[in-house]
């Protein structure tokens, strides 16, 4: 079986700033990986990466053993961004941007069906966000924001998932439901990407971590990844053993 994910010896450059170096990572089928790094470390780099966003200086991308241009093609990849990548005064609907998962189901008209349709109410459901279908998208909190854009994943019916900070700037019922929808998708046989700056997290959430500083420090299990003596290596991270961490 492929890999869902597989980088190798990917490089990427900003004119003369070095984003990626030779990044290579392989994410099993039916896997939550953790990516891990500081601001700057290239986790939203290596998501544009293997999106096909930037382009790269050398090395290869495949997802379920397709090119990225096929696999996007294909609707076999979603992207949940950051929200400060997202106009939220935009006029459009809740219900519009989850729509927006099922274009590549579409013809060139862009004209919903019935099945798109059952799509996005069934998106809608799952994220509990039926109530707000019709509300425009910046007036929601930051945590059904993110379950939108998460929405319009499902909705797209992408088997991998990449989450750029999903739980950033989150209240903690937001947090819980968006846990639990990764898991849920995760038993169903998808594979995610997530980012996240918050390392007490990753056990319960991840079978796997990545840890990032433009090249790949460390990628296994999340015990091994966040042991004390490669944070502090990396990233000059202590931690109090209970999974807290800071940088002094």
């Known amino acids: 079986?492929?890999?869902?994910?597989?980088?190798?010896?990917?490089?990427?450059?900003?004119?003369?700033?070095?984003?990626?170096?030779?990044?290579?990572?392989?994410?099993?089928?039916?896997?939550?990986?953790?990516?891990?790094?500081?601001?700057?470390?290239?986790?939203s780099t290596l998501f544009k990466t293997v999106l096909g966003l930037v382009p790269t200086d050398h090395g290869n991308v495949r997802i379920l053993g397709h090119t990225r241009t096929v696999a996007r093609r294909r609707g076999l990849v979603g992207y949940v961004p950051q929200a400060e990548q997202v106009d939220w005064a935009f006029p459009v609907r809740v219900r519009d941007v989850v729509m927006m998962g099922r274009y590549g189901h579409m013809g060139r008209r862009r004209r919903a069906r019935p099945a798109d349709r059952e799509a996005v109410a069934h998106a809608l459901a799952r994220t509990h966000l039926s109530d707000l279908a019709d509300r425009q998208i910046g007036a929601l909190s930051g945590g059904q924001r993110k379950r939108a854009f998460v929405a319009r994943a499902i909705a797209q019916g992408a088997d991998v998932l990449l989450l750029d900070e999903p739980f950033a700037g989150v209240d903690k019922r937001s947090e819980s439901r968006i846990t639990e929808l990764l898991l849920q998708l995760r038993q169903e046989g998808h594979t995610l990407l997530v980012s996240t700056h918050d390392?007490?997290?990753?056990?319960?959430?991840?079978?796997?971590?990545?840890?990032?500083?433009?090249?790949?420090?460390?990628?296994?299990?999340?015990?091994?990844?966040?042991?004390?003596?490669?944070?502090?290596?990396?990233?000059?991270?202590?931690?109090?053993?209970?999974?807290?961490?800071?940088?002094?």
């Open 1 to 43: 079986m492929s890999p869902a994910i597989e980088v190798t010896d990917a490089t990427v450059r900003y004119g003369e700033v070095l984003a990626l170096d030779s990044v290579s990572l392989s994410v099993a089928p039916g896997r939550i990986c953790g990516l891990l790094g500081t601001n700057g470390s290239g986790k």
């Open 199 to 248: 390392l007490a997290q990753v056990p319960a959430l991840c079978d796997e971590a990545v840890l990032l500083q433009r090249r790949v420090i460390a990628h296994g299990d999340p015990e091994t990844v966040l042991r004390p003596e490669i944070l502090m290596e990396a990233f000059g991270i202590h931690t109090d053993g209970r999974g807290a961490a800071w940088t002094p």
